[in-house]
């Protein structure tokens, strides 16, 4: 019983490169997120699924696409990767009380 | 959309004093309201929440307060021990469509002296 996993946890990718990062949830909750942290800043919510086939931008969507695959997994997408994208990536799930993944911390140069 | 904000940014106490960290929200909707601790390299866990139909809740050395009208929420630590050091964030949300966006305040680093 894992709860969340996610997939990297580093990466260091150049200006324009994509990538994807990859989140899966065991714990059968409907709903799954994918925040970003950043010094001084918070948790800032990029994209969420509210359930299976939806999702809905964020605070900071801007840069990013999601696909909700299943209920287990959501994947966030930089399609072309800029600095401003280097940060610490959390991926959470939960209704009320948040479950956060481990983190993915990416480095874009 | 809502916005958070909490004070103080730093907290630095001695061991065994108490800790107050605050925080006021926009959105008058809002109705949950968690706190999150921070280890440092950790993933945030929650570790307190109320709802709006509460005014207080505890939980041995942690306890939260809601004044609803004001449109603030507090976090409470008593008698603080080293371990309590982390950064700890508030937050809040409606529920929509079954799922809680939460907005977190930007966080409280608090460092408790031996």
């Known amino acids: 019983n894992a709860g969340v996993t996610q997939t990297p946890k580093f990466q260091v990718l150049k200006t324009g490169q994509s990538m994807t990062l990859q989140c899966a949830q065991d714990m059968n909750h409907n709903s799954m997120y994918w925040y970003r942290q950043d010094p001084g800043m918070g948790l800032r919510l990029i994209y969420y699924s509210a359930s299976e086939g939806t999702t809905d931008k964020g605070e900071v969507p801007n840069g990013y696409n999601v696909s909700r695959l299943n209920k287990r997994e959501f994947s966030l997408r930089l399609e072309s990767a800029a600095p401003s994208q280097t940060s610490v990536y959390f991926c959470a799930t939960g209704t009320g009380e948040l479950f956060f993944g481990e983190g993915s911390r990416l480095t874009v140069l | 959309g809502e916005n958070v904000e909490q004070h103080p940014s730093t907290l630095s106490v001695q061991e065994g004093d108490s800790a107050v960290i605050k925080c006021t929200y926009s959105?008058?909707?809002?109705?949950?309201f968690p706190w999150y601790k921070q280890e440092l390299g950790k993933r945030p866990q929650l570790i307190i929440d109320i709802r709006s139909n509460v005014g207080e809740k505890k939980d041995q050395r942690i306890a939260v307060t809601l004044n609803k009208t004001a449109k603030h929420f507090s976090l409470h630590i008593t008698e603080t021990q080293p371990e309590d050091s982390a950064v700890y964030f508030c937050?809040?949300?409606?529920?929509?469509?079954?799922?809680?966006?939460?907005?977190f305040g930007k966080g409280t680093k608090l460092t408790v002296n031996p």
């Open positions: 937050a809040a949300s409606r529920a929509q469509g079954g799922s809680e966006k939460l907005v």
């Open positions: 959105d008058s909707a809002s109705n949950y």
